[in-house]
């Protein structure tokens, strides 16, 4: 079962923050970053959360 991390994600498309939900991914530094999709545009959006 994959991690979701629920917070403000920033739309670069919209310019503007919004509340959602992202499956949490670990890059190859060891960053843990939350991968979601814009509820208003359909863009994809990620947020840094810091070290794993």
Known sequence: MAETWTGEFYCVKCKDKRETSG????????????????????TKLNRILGKA
């Open 23 to 42: 499956e949490v991914q670990v890059s190859e530094k060891g960053t843990r970053m939350a991968k979601g999709i814009c509820p208003e545009c359909g």
